[in-house]
């Protein structure tokens, strides 16, 4: 098995490397430079890069990393990003042979049109879909299709690792106790968080389990979620009008 090693870059995203002996694997590296230093300190080689959409935090550091390591570069088919050679598709299987892990592809669209995220070994790596406490903006999806998408993570057992790209679990559950201020499982997780945050700590990977219990995103089907939705749009009737309403209302919040 795999060890997962978080590399925070930029202001507040991660970029996951997984190592197994001297191999690497690393997971949407936007930026190259602190990636090609930890490699370096810990004399790792790699392999593999996997990337979860286009959008340049995502893949920006690509071409850097290929400038060293010959490294074989997974992503999305349906989008376009320079250096991908063995493009992905829903249900296809990526064997990172160095790392020991076989991951799934799963196809969430939303945050953008060809958004993938790799399943395996108990661990998502979900980019911009699912965050702790909340979910990706619209950029390219529609609410359908994001409701949808996260649907599919949903159903992931309840100890996966979810290892999302962002550092945006406290300002994410602020929003969600505006919208479930009586759901005792998030109150909690907001203070654990509020802790963590307090020390400088990351809050990032949970699992779905915890999200399913506190994130309003994967809550749509609540009472008390679906209420809140509807003070904001009367007419939001069904889950995904309820997801919709949720989302926008999270926009300007
Ligand atoms: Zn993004
Ligand atoms: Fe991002």
Same mark, same amino acid.
Request: proline share 6%; net charge negative; hydrophobic share 45%.
């Given at each position: @098995?795999?060890?997962?090693?978080?590399?925070? =870059?930029?202001?507040?995203?991660?970029?996951?490397?997984? !190592?197994?002996?001297?191999?690497? =694997? *690393?997971?949407?590296?936007?930026?190259?430079?602190? *990636?090609?230093?930890?490699? /370096?300190?810990? !004399?790792?080689?790699?392999?593999?890069?996997?990337?979860?959409?286009?959008? #340049?935090?995502?893949?920006?550091?690509?071409?850097?990393?290929?400038?060293?390591?010959?490294?074989?570069?997974?992503?999305?088919?349906?989008?376009?990003? #320079?250096?991908?050679?063995?493009?992905? !598709?829903?249900?296809?299987?990526?064997?990172?042979? +160095?790392?020991?892990?076989?991951?799934?592809?799963?196809?969430?669209?939303?945050?953008?049109?060809?958004?993938?995220?790799?399943?395996?070994?108990?661990?998502?790596? +979900?980019?911009?879909?699912?965050?702790?406490?909340?979910?990706?903006?619209?950029?390219?999806?529609?609410?359908?299709? @994001?409701?949808?998408?996260?649907? $599919?993570? /949903?159903?992931?057992?309840?100890?996966?690792?979810?290892?999302? /790209?962002?550092?945006?679990?406290?300002?994410?559950?602020?929003?969600?106790?505006?919208?479930?201020?009586?759901?005792?499982?998030?109150?909690?997780?907001?203070?654990?968080?509020? $802790?963590?945050?307090? !020390? =400088? +700590?990351?809050?990032?990977?949970?699992?779905?389990?915890?999200?399913?219990?506190?994130?309003?995103?994967?809550?749509?089907?609540?009472?008390? *979620? =679906?209420?809140?939705? $509807?003070?904001?749009?009367?007419?939001? /009737?069904?889950?995904?009008?309820?997801?919709?309403?949720? $989302?926008?209302?999270?926009?300007?919040?």
């Amino acid at each position: @098995m795999y060890e997962v090693i978080r590399i925070p =870059a930029f202001k507040d995203n991660y970029i996951w490397l997984l !190592r197994k002996g001297a191999a690497a =694997a *690393v997971v949407d590296p936007g930026d190259a430079r602190p *990636v090609l230093e930890l490699l /370096a300190r810990e !004399r790792l080689s790699l392999s593999s890069i996997l990337i979860t959409h286009h959008h #340049a935090d995502h893949q920006g550091g690509v071409a850097g990393l290929l400038a060293y390591y010959p490294a074989e570069v997974f992503g999305p088919a349906a989008e376009s990003i #320079a250096g991908i050679s063995k493009p992905l !598709r829903d249900g296809d299987r990526v064997q990172i042979a +160095c790392c020991d892990v076989d991951f799934q592809v799963i196809a969430v669209p939303g945050h953008t049109l060809g958004h993938i995220a790799y399943y395996g070994a108990g661990c998502l790596f +979900c980019g911009d879909t699912l965050f702790g406490g909340g979910c990706g903006r619209l950029f390219e999806g529609s609410p359908e299709q @994001m409701a949808d998408s996260l649907a $599919r993570l /949903a159903v992931l057992p309840d100890d996966t690792v979810v290892y999302c /790209a962002h550092e945006y679990t406290q300002e994410n559950l602020r929003f969600a106790l505006a919208v479930e201020p009586g759901n005792g499982r998030l109150q909690s997780r907001a203070r654990e968080v509020a $802790r963590a945050r307090a !020390r =400088a +700590c990351s809050t990032v990977p949970s699992t779905i389990g915890i999200e399913k219990a506190s994130n309003p995103f994967l809550r749509c089907s609540e009472p008390e *979620v =679906a209420a809140a939705a $509807r003070r904001r749009v009367p007419a939001a /009737a069904d889950e995904v009008a309820v997801f919709a309403a949720l $989302r926008e209302w999270k926009n300007t919040f």
